[in-house]
C-alpha cells in the first residue's frame, strides 16, 4: 500500500495546500531568464509532493501553481500559463506515478530521470506548437533554437530540478516524520558513506546545471 493510501483525504489536501504554498512562493523569489525563458525552481517542490502524496498531488499543483503565478506575478499571460501547466506537469506527473509502482532509491532515480525526459521531450513539441503565438517568431525560427537554446535550457532546468529533489526530499519526509505528520510506512533509506556518495552526486549536477545555465546566459545575451 502506497503512503498516499494510508494518508486520509483531508490530511492529503492540507499537505497538498501547503506545497502549493511553497511552490508559489518559489515563484515570488527572482527568476533568471535566457531571453523568453524562466529559470525557476518551483518544479522541484511539485516534484517532492507528487512522490509524497501521488500523482494526483502533480495534477493539482501543476494547474494550481501556474495559474496563481499568472493571476498575480506572471507576465506572459495565457500562452505562458500553458507552457507552465505542461512544463510542471510532464515532469511531476511522471515523476509521481513511476514512484508509486518502486518507492526504493531504484524507483526515485528512475522516476526522476524518467520526469527529466519526459519533460524535455513535452516542451520541444510545446514550444514549436506554442512559442511562435507568443513572440511573434515563425515555427522554423523557433525549430533553429531548438539545438542552440530550447534544448540546453531544457535539459539544465529539468536536471537541476531532479538534483534539488533528490537533496531535498528525505530531509522533508523525515521532518515530518518526526513531526508525527506522516504515518509510519516504509521508504528508502540512505546512512553513512552511501548517503554522502549520494548528496555529493546530487550536489555536483545541481551546481554543474547553474554553472550550465550562466554560461547559457551569456550565450544569449
Not at 523569489?29 to 525563458?37: C, E, G, I, M, N
Not at 514549436?128 to 535550457?153: C, D, K, R
Not at 531535498?168 to 516524520?177: D, G
Request: charged letters at 10%; glycine letters at 6%; aromatic letters at 10%.
Amino acid at each position: 500500500m502506497t503512503r498516499s493510501a494510508r494518508l486520509s483525504p483531508g490530511r492529503r489536501a492540507a499537505y497538498t495546500a501547503v506545497f502549493c504554498a511553497v511552490a508559489f512562493l518559489t515563484v515570488l523569489l527572482p527568476s533568471p531568464k535566457v531571453q523568453f525563458l524562466t529559470f525557476d525552481i518551483k518544479d522541484t517542490v511539485i516534484a517532492i509532493a507528487a512522490l509524497l502524496l501521488g500523482p494526483g498531488a502533480a495534477v493539482s499543483l501543476s494547474l494550481a501553481v501556474p495559474l496563481l503565478e499568472m493571476v498575480t506575478v506572471g507576465t506572459t499571460g495565457f500562452y505562458g500559463l500553458v507552457m507552465d501547466i505542461l512544463s510542471s506537469l510532464s515532469f511531476s506527473l511522471v515523476t509521481g506515478t513511476v514512484y508509486r509502482l518502486n518507492r526504493r532509491l531504484s524507483g526515485a532515480v528512475l522516476s526522476l530521470s524518467l520526469g527529466v525526459l519526459s519533460q524535455i521531450a513535452v516542451m520541444m513539441a510545446a514550444n514549436l506548437l506554442v512559442t511562435p503565438f507568443y513572440t511573434g517568431l515563425s515555427v522554423f525560427a523557433v525549430a533553429e533554437m531548438i539545438l542552440p537554446l530550447l534544448l540546453p535550457f531544457n535539459l539544465t532546468k529539468a536536471v537541476l530540478n531532479a538534483a534539488l529533489v533528490m537533496i531535498l526530499y528525505k530531509p522533508v519526509t523525515n521532518l515530518l516524520r518526526r513531526a508525527k505528520l506522516l504515518p509510519g510506512i516504509p521508504d528508502w533509506r540512505l546512512s553513512g558513506r552511501s548517503a554522502a556518495v549520494f548528496f555529493v552526486a546530487a550536489g555536483i549536477f545541481a551546481c554543474a546545471c547553474v554553472v550550465l545555465f550562466f554560461v547559457l546566459r551569456a550565450a544569449f545575451v
